[in-house]
């Protein structure tokens, strides 16, 4: 009998400082009295709503200008992972309120990204999608609500003094001319920005707060700026747009966010962001309680760079082959090189949140993969640099030049119930290029030919064992006039086939892998590297350009063994002895082999 209590049944999460914010508001009741009307709105909407069915809300607001990355994956992983494990719902909230640059491409690639990590915005039988230009009638509404409490202006100084009158660390901002007009003079001035009488960037409409606040976000930060632009779901409805610290508190309000998780350059915006809700729930606008802002360190990815504009920035002059390039490390990318949503969450489970910066190495991503595909990737032999190795006893042997010596190994050696994979030896096989030395070094124990030692005495060719097949003993090479090696020559010893009582009877330090020429399967192998030669290819302001490793994608022309002649884009696979391989998800086609490798069997990034 043993005390130790009974593991539980869901391996408990590694606590951090988010769930423990979460764990209180829950004990505490913070958020139990909330109402929701099944849609995001105002607090007279909200009112007339049940309870809300969702213990606490969180959300992923990208902006669609572009694809998401892996540091998206972060916060994808964190806010829909807390609403799962709280009995809350995670909204995928578009912030689209700046017109220019948002385009349907990305909206739809955010969708899929999110859904291929393995998260839903349907919850409880609804969908929690939305797009925060619905919410531009709200902001306008709200904007103007602070106008008539006195806690909003028409500043109508040019950039240059407004940036000149906002002071800096050690001197407080100086008051607008503007500042102490009336709400009724600044009401009329707002309606005549938003009914288009006035230029863009003539005037903005700022927040009344204090010029001389030590936090420089509370000198009056603008709410609306004056900009003719189509936006793609309002059109040309609107040329005042909302300022995204103005508008990002009222996004989360009227969804009933109550964890509002982002990264730490928000940080000095929190008091801003209170500022927004707290006025705007003292003028009855938004509900009670309100959401609460909290940050974590972003992700910083070693050997990657983690900006949508740097990542346009690439596909847009062709450094890559666009949004999806196996090297680029945003989620569509990954998943072409063969990343599986499960080893992203992994990852993502394994950094945990920290109030801090910091890198992660890019190993810790691979260690991640490895341990989601070593248990479930069938195994398969591959050889990626081919040299030809001729058995030159075979007829000898077996009786004819043309007999096939069946062979099998396992799909998985721990899995027996994935079967066994069928291929077969014969006269002619491939091998890699370093398994044949001609001169080997100390410790050499794969294929070497008979030769004269240093001191002058005969050594022997090496035996060396075809794995899953039989032992062969080099016997020679053959070389073209140039003198390179064009074939590696061998007999075959009898009664030495693995799985056979006399396996054992000739003993061999080294074993190689290889395929048949007869049977094996040209493929195009795509073998990729870090897509920078430095670290932090962006870091201290670099131009992460003149980084770029010039050799970051090597093409070559393996052969692999007959069972992948059934393979299917995004099937993955372990090579024996080269490492992890995904059949690629635009240019394989069955009879056309094309593979991305996705990394080696060992971390090949740990200096
Ligand atoms: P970028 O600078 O690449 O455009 P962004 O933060 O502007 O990134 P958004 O679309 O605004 O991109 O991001 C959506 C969410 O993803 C935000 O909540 C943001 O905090 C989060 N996010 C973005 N980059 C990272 C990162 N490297 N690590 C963790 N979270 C991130
Ligand atoms: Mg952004």
Known sequence: MSNKPPAPAVPAKPQNFLRGIIERDLAAGTYAGRHWAGTPGDAAHQAAGAPDPARIRTRFPPEPNGYLHVGHAKSICLNFGLARDYGGICHLRFDDTNPEKEEQEYVDAIKAAVQWLGFDWKAQGTSHLFFASDYFDFMYRAAEALIGAGLAYVDEQTPEQMRATRGDFNTPGTDSPFRARTPEQNLARFREMRDGLHADGAMVLRSKIDMA?????????????????????????????????????????????????????????????????????????????????????????????????????????????????????????????????????????????????????????????????????PRAMAVLEPLKLILTNWKEVFGSEAH?????????????????????????????????????????????????????????????????????????????????????????IPDTKSGTPGADAVKTKGVITWVGVHDALPAEVRLYDRLFTEAQPDAGGRDFLSVLNPASKKVVTGYVEPSLASAKPDDKFQFERHGYFVADAKDHAPGAIVLNKITGLKDGWAK
């Open 404 to 492: 096939l010596e069946p062979c099998s190994a396992p799909a998985h050696p721990q899995r027996p119930e994935l079967g066994t994979r069928d291929f077969s030896l014969g006269p002619e096989l491939w091998i890699e290029q370093d398994d044949f030395k001609e001169v080997p070094l100390k410790g050499y124990h794969r294929l070497s030919p008979p030769r004269f030692g240093d001191d002058g005495a005969k050594v022997e060719g090496t035996l060396v064992r075809l794995k899953y097949g039989y032992v062969v003993q080099c016997t020679g090479v053959k070389k073209n006039f140039a003198g390179e090696v064009e074939a590696v020559y061998a007999k075959l």
């Open 213 to 377: 606040s030590p936090n420089i976000n509370l000198r009056d930060p603008a709410l609306y700026r004056i900009k003719r632009a189509t936006h793609h779901n309002t059109g040309d409805r609107w040329c005042i747009y909302p300022m995204y610290s103005y508008a990002h508190p009222i996004e989360d309000a009227l969804e009933n966010i109550s964890h509002s998780i982002c990264t730490l350059e928000f940080e000095d915006q929190r008091p801003f962001y209170d500022w927004v809700l707290d006025r705007l729930c003292e003028l009855g606008l938004l509900a009670q309680p309100r959401p609460h802002q909290y940050e974590f360190g972003r992700l910083n990815l070693t050997y990657v760079i983690t900006s949508k504009r740097k990542l346009k920035q690439l596909v847009d002059e062709k450094h890559v082959a666009g949004w999806d390039d196996p090297r680029m490390p945003t989620i569509a990318g990954l998943r072409r090189r063969g990343y599986t949503p499960e080893a992203i969450q992994l990852f993502c489970e394994r950094i945990g949140v920290a109030k801090d910066y910091s890198w992660i190495d890019y190993s810790t991503l691979d260690g991640a993969l490895r341990d989601d595909l070593e248990g479930k990737a």
